[in-house]
T-cell receptor, first 113, second 112 residues
Framework: GENVEQHPSTLSVQEGDSAVIKCTYS??????FPWYKQELGKGPQLIID?????GEKKDQRIAVTLNKTAKHFSLHITETQPEDSAVYFC????????????FGKGTHLIIQP | EAEVAQSPRYKITEKSQAVAFWCDPI?????LYWYRQILGQGPELLVQ????????DSQLPKDRFSAERLKGVDSTLKIQPAELGDSAMYLC??????????FGQGTRLTVV
């Protein structure tokens, strides 16, 4: 089955700086890669996703890059703000969507004022 | 904005007791998922429904866990008997066309 590794487990950055979270996956058939943000006491919320026919996708301060050859994808957050503090999860699936998602273990992002 | 509703938000139960969680997906979403999230880890799929049918329950511990979605709308996840290791957040998610999963706020289960 799919295995998703996520690094780092904790990331502390100064407000206004950029944050990068990286994930690798094992199943070359995986074709859908979402990123979720989970705030304390809440369920995960999709913030951005990318499919295997695209190398990069941006949405305002958030971007995701995908390297299919190396089987890794990354989340980039620019101009970080206090409200970006949360746990971020990457995931992968081979079904093209939400079916069969395998999640990473999460990254606790801390924005220092 | 439509949301996935789950209840209860918190549940404390003694080991060997039965416990049940309820989920009401976003209206019109045919696909419903139950995930378990152990503290400090990512969610793990337990069971997936398409309408009232189980599509994937390969990771569901069937000796003690059961799930149903009788009318293809809301769903119940049951654990009987509960064990200490079942303490976790139980998340329900739904999807219209499996393009995106929307998660509820979860039920935090503590088994004592």
């Amino acid at each position: 089955g799919e295995n998703v590794e996520q690094h780092p487990s904790t990331l502390s950055v100064q407000e206004g700086d950029s944050a990068v979270i990286k994930c690798t996956y094992s199943d070359s058939a995986s074709n859908y890669f979402p990123w979720y943000k989970q705030e304390l006491g809440k369920g995960p919320q999709l913030i951005i996703d990318i499919r295997s026919n695209v190398g990069e996708k941006k949405d305002q301060r958030i971007a995701v890059t995908l390297n299919k050859t190396a089987k890794h994808f990354s989340l980039h957050i620019t101009e970080t703000q206090p409200e970006d503090s949360a746990v971020y999860f990457c995931a992968a699936s081979s079904g093209g969507g939400a079916d069969g998602l395998t999640f990473g273990k999460g990254t606790h992002l801390i924005i220092q004022p | 904005e439509a949301e996935v509703a789950q209840s209860p938000r918190y549940k404390i139960t003694e080991k060997s007791q039965a416990v049940a969680f309820w989920c009401d997906p976003i209206s019109g979403h045919a696909t419903l998922y139950w995930y378990r999230q152990i503290l400090g880890q990512g969610p793990e799929l337990l069971v997936q429904f398409q309408d009232e049918s189980v599509v994937d329950d390969s990771q569901l511990p069937k000796d003690r866990f059961s799930a149903e979605r009788l009318k293809g709308v809301d769903s119940t996840l049951k654990i009987q008997p509960a064990e200490l290791g079942d303490s976790a957040m139980y998340l329900c998610a739904s999807s219209l066309d499996v393009s995106e999963a929307f998660f509820g706020q979860g039920t935090r289960l503590t088994v004592v």
